[in-house]
T-cell receptor
C-alpha cells in the first residue's frame, strides 16, 4: 500500500509569508499528527487530527494551525513566518492514533525561511 | 520539551558488533516506541513496548523497559552498515514525545 505522502518536499519562504504543507495518510488511517524537527529542539509535537477534529495540540504559537479533511488528508499552515520556523516538518499517520499503535511517517517537508 | 533523553548521543561501532542505546523518560507512559531516522528523512517505526511489558524482540532488535526507573534500552545485534542512522525513543502518554536521539554509525 502507498505510504504517507508529504508535499512539497522542499520549500523556501521569506519572513512574514505564510505556508501550507500537505499530508496524505495511508489509506484507511484516520489519525494524522504533525511534528517539527530542528537541530536545537529535536522532534516536537505540533498537533494531532482524528476524523477532522483536532484531538491534541503541542506548545506552539497560534501561527501554527492545521486541519483535516473528510478523506483524512491534512494540511498544516504557518502564518507570519519567522527564521526560527526553518525545520523539517514531519507528518505521521496511524489507524486510530499513535498512542497505542505504530505511526507511519512521511519523508517530511524541509522548510527554509530566509 | 522532550520526554526522553537518549544515551549515548553518538555511538560508533564496527560491523558485526552489538549496539546498545538507552533512553530515560520523565513522566508516566502508556507505552514506549523506538524509531529510526536516516539522515534528514522520515522516521521508521521499529518496535513498541507496552508499559506492562518488560522485554520485546523483533528480528535483531531487543527492547527492554523498566517503568520503575523510567528507562528503556534498545539493543541491535550483529550490526550492519545499513543500521547507520539516528535512533529515537518516544514515550506515549497524551501524545508521542520524542527523545533527543542517538546517532549510530556502523563502520564496515
Amino acid at each position: 500500500k502507498a505510504g504517507v505522502t508529504q508535499t512539497p518536499r522542499y520549500l523556501i519562504k521569506t519572513r512574514g509569508q505564510q505556508v501550507t504543507l500537505s499530508c496524505s495518510p495511508i489509506s484507511g488511517h484516520r489519525s494524522v499528527s504533525w511534528y517539527q524537527q530542528t537541530p536545537g529542539q529535536g522532534l516536537q509535537f505540533l498537533f494531532e487530527y482524528f476524523s477532522e477534529t483536532q484531538r491534541n495540540k503541542g506548545n506552539f504559537p497560534g501561527r501554527f494551525s492545521g486541519r483535516q479533511f473528510s478523506n483524512s488528508r491534512s494540511e498544516m499552515n504557518v502564518s507570519t513566518l519567522e527564521l526560527g520556523d526553518s525545520a523539517l516538518y514531519l507528518c505521521a499517520s496511524s489507524l486510530v492514533g499513535q498512542l497505542n499503535t505504530e505511526a507511519f511517517f512521511g519523508q517530511g517537508t524541509r522548510l527554509t525561511v530566509v | 520539551s522532550q520526554q526522553g533523553e537518549e544515551d549515548p548521543q553518538a555511538l560508533s561501532i564496527q560491523e558485526g558488533e552489538n549496539a546498545t542505546m538507552n533512553c530515560s523518560y520523565k513522566t508516566s507512559i502508556n507505552n514506549l516506541q523506538w524509531y529510526r531516522q536516516n539522515s534528514g528523512r522520515g522516521l521508521v517505526h521499529l518496535i513498541l513496548i507496552r508499559s506492562n511489558e518488560r522485554e520485546k524482540h523483533s528480528g535483531r532488535l531487543r527492547v527492554t523497559l523498566d517503568t520503575s526507573k523510567k528507562s528503556s534500552s534498545l539493543l541491535i545485534t550483529a550490526s550492519r552498515a545499513a543500521d547507520t542512522a539516528s535512533y529515537f525513543c518516544a514515550g506515549s502518554a497524551r501524545q508521542l514525545t520524542f527523545g533527543s536521539g542517538t546517532q549510530l554509525t556502523v563502520l564496515p
